[in-house]
């Protein structure tokens, strides 16, 4: 691969000259690093199949696992996705452009490598204004995952995407830190009712207000499934290098720190406060269970760059976007204990 471009660029008011040589590449068939409102994605022309072949080659990911296909409107959602039902436009108009995606019946001209061969494929409209200037101006939908090494925390700034794709993406842009920090909320609408696959920034609360939606058992992120729903469910995900221990019981979790030589200790501001121990963490404020969200995979990166051995990190009610926060905790985590 040769050298990487990096591309600074306006978060809020991205101009179609700084964007000029990213443009060129997805129209070239090169892959493109970018900030999204959930995490950075790592992009290509979905309509090029080499194009999104050097996506998985780049970030190493199996090539049974889908991509999810960002939009710009509802025009372009057309050429990706048919045969839509009025269960999802009820749930696209009021969530887009924003961090959800949604898993429709596939168009026949997207290639076979974006969606691992399946007959659906998840769709989503961005908010973030780089992500969307980038879509109108490359005039095709970008197929794009989060833009880590497979199985590595998502990338939530340019930093972290540096750090795993320099040399791997053709170009990277720098729009700075993305605002929720967790993955867009994927539902599934090719099933009646439709089934909740992967929680993010929307509560369920909020879904069920939208629509009926059932939740899928895999959502809690608590066990490998046989036969997961989604193909990436089965892989282990957003793991860093130390071995990670979820301590989901308040009283357990003192006894295990203590007991635990090396440990570094990833936890609330409130815990943090109470426990006053020395390699500590914070994750953000239980009074603002979004700053948990936001600084989520930042926290756990920056867990791997200290000295120490293990992590432990502190449970979370799930409620709201902790739910969230909850099911990727338990598939990063190498041992739970409750
Ligand atoms: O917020 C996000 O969703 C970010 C940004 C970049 O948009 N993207 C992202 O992509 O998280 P990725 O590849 O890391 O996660 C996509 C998930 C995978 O678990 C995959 O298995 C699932 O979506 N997926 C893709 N196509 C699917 C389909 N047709 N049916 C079911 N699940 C699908
Ligand atoms: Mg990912």
Redesign the pocket.
């Known amino acids: 691969m040769a050298k990487t471009l990096i591309l600074k660029v306006d978060p809020e008011n991205p101009s179609t000259k700084e964007l000029e040589r990213a443009v060129d590449a997805i129209k070239q068939g090169k892959i493109v690093a970018?900030p999204?409102?959930?995490?950075?994605?790592?992009?290509a022309d979905a309509f090029n199949e080499l194009a999104c072949k050097k996506i998985f080659q780049a970030k190493g990911?199996p090539s049974d696992?889908?991509?999810?296909v960002?939009i710009d409107s509802f025009d372009m959602l057309e050429k990706v996705a048919h045969k839509i039902p009025k269960s999802a436009f009820k749930f696209m108009e009021r969530l887009w452009p924003g961090?959800f995606?949604a898993?429709?019946e596939?168009k026949e001209e997207i290639p076979g490598v974006?969606?691992?061969g399946?007959?659906?494929?998840?769709v989503?409209m961005?908010s973030h204004p780089i992500?969307k200037l980038l879509i109108s101006l490359s005039e095709v939908p970008i197929a794009?995952?989060?833009?880590?090494l497979s199985g590595k925390p998502?990338p939530t700034t340019f930093e972290h995407v540096f750090e795993d794709m320099n040399g791997r993406a053709d170009v990277i842009i720098d729009g700075g830190e993305t605002l929720?920090g967790?993955?867009?909320?994927?539902i599934?609408f090719?099933k009646d009712p439709p089934v909740l696959?992967?929680p993010?920034p929307l509560y369920i609360e909020q879904l069920k207000e939208i629509g009926k939606v059932t939740v899928h058992e895999a959502a809690k992120g608590l066990k490998a499934l046989d036969r997961?729903?989604?193909?990436?469910?089965k892989?282990r995900?957003y793991a860093p290098e130390k071995k990670l221990i979820l301590v989901e019981s308040k009283e357990k979790l003192k006894e295990v720190l203590y007991e635990t030589p090396k440990a570094i200790l990833i936890c609330s501001k409130e815990l943090a406060e109470k426990l006053e121990y020395s390699k500590t963490i914070i994750i953000g404020s239980i009074s603002n269970p979004f700053s948990i969200a936001r600084n989520l995979f930042k926290s756990l990166r920056e867990a791997d760059k200290i000295e120490g051995e293990v992590i432990i990190v502190e449970g979370f009610e799930e409620k709201g976007v902790l739910f969230s926060v909850m099911n990727r905790l338990r598939k990063a985590a190498s041992e739970v204990i409750r």
């Open positions: 970018f999204t409102e959930t995490v950075y994605g790592l992009g990911r696992n889908p991509l999810i960002h961090p995606t898993v429709l596939k974006v969606t691992a399946l007959s659906t494929i998840a989503r961005p992500a794009a995952p989060s833009a880590n998502s929720f967790l993955e867009s909320t994927i599934d090719t696959l992967r993010g997961p729903p989604s193909p990436g469910m892989y995900h």
